[in-house]
C-alpha cells in the first residue's frame, strides 16, 4: 500500500510511520523538518519526504502529493505551548482534514482511499448521542471556548462524519479516540470500544502511543480491522 502520513514529526506520528515500514508498506510523510525523526526512518527505502507545511501546499500540488495514496493518516496536534495552543493555525487539524479530503476527491480514484484521523475520546461521537455527565459537558464547554486546540480536534470530526459521511464514493474514514497519552517503549495489550468506558475529565483511562500507532496500522493494512471500524469513532485504552 501507498500510505501519506501528516503529523508525522509528532510523537505519535513518528512512532505510526514506523510502524508502517516495519510492515513493509511505502509510506510518504508530509513534515516542516526531519530533525525528529530517527535515521531507521528518514533513511528507510520505502520512506518518500515531503518537506513543507501542509497548510502552505497549494491545492494542486496536495492533489500531487495524495495521488495513488491508499490510506491518509493524520497524527496532527497543536504543541503545548502558549503558542502552540492560542497561536495559528488554530483550524490546524480541521484545515488539513479538509484540504486532504478535497484532494482525494478530485483525484476521483475508482477505489475510495482509507483516511485516519487521530482524535481524543475528550470528543463524543455525536452519530451515537454517547452519555456523559452534567460536569463532565460543563467542563468540555469551557474546553471548547477556553482551548482553541480541543474545537479544533471536534470540528475535524465532525466534518468527515457530517460532510464526509458515511457514503462517500472517493473516501472511507475512521477518527481514533485515544485517552490520556503515555509513552512506552512497546506493544503492549490494549481495548477499543466503540465510545468511552470511563469519563474523560474525571476518570480518564490511559493510553500508550506506541498502542494507538500499532491500532492505526492494524487499520490502513488489515480489511477485518477497517471494516469493523470505518465510519466510526473506536476509543482505544491500555489494558490494565
Given amino acids: ?9 509528532g510523537a505519535t506520528g513518528r512512532l505510526l510511520v514506523e510502524q508502517l515500514l516495519d510492515r513493509g508498506q511505502h509510506v510518504k510523510i508530509i513534515v516542516r523538518s526531519t530533525e ?31 495521488s495513488g495514496c491508499n490510506a491518509l493518516a493524520s497524527c496532527l496536534g497543536h504543541n503545548l505551548s502558549i503558542k502552540g495552543m ?6 490546524l487539524v ?25 482524535n481524543t ?38 466534518y468527515l462524519r457530517t460532510r464526509i459521511g458515511q457514503n462517500n464514493r472517493a473516501i472511507e474514514w475512521a477518527v481514533v479516540r485515544p485517552d490520556s497519552l503515555i509513552d512506552e517503549g512497546e506493544i ?13 475529565i474525571f476518570n480518564a483511562g490511559v493510553t500508550s502511543r506506541i498502542n494507538v500507532a500499532c491500532f492505526i496500522a492494524d ?7 477497517w471494516n469493523r471500524w470505518k465510519g466510526r469513532m473506536p476509543v482505544i485504552y491500555n489494558s490494565i
Fill in 1 to 9: 500500500m501507498n500510505i501519506l502520513v501528516v503529523g508525522a514529526s
Fill in 36 to 66: 525528529n525523526l530517527p535515521d531507521k526512518i528518514t533513511s528507510h527505502d520505502n520512506l518518500s519526504v515531503i518537506q513543507a507545511s501542509v497548510l502552505d501546499l497549494s491545492d494542486s500540488e496536495m492533489a500531487q502529493h495524495v
Fill in 86 to 91: 492560542f497561536g495559528p493555525p488554530r483550524r
Fill in 219 to 225: 487499520l490502513i493494512g488489515d480489511d477485518d480491522t
Fill in 121 to 158: 475520546t475528550g470528543n463524543s461521537n455525536r452519530d451515537l448521542n454517547e452519555q456523559i455527565s452534567f460536569a463532565q459537558k460543563c467542563v468540555i464547554g469551557l474546553l471548547r471556548l477556553l482551548l482553541p486546540p480541543h474545537a479544533d480536534n471536534e470540528c475535524a470530526a465532525d
Fill in 188 to 200: 503492549t495489550e490494549f481495548v477499543v470500544h466503540s465510545s468511552p468506558i470511563r469519563s474523560a
Fill in 94 to 118: 480541521t484545515d488539513a482534514t479538509r484540504r486532504l479530503c478535497r484532494a482525494v476527491e478530485e483525484n476521483r480514484r475508482e477505489e475510495p482511499v482509507k483516511f485516519v484521523l487521530m
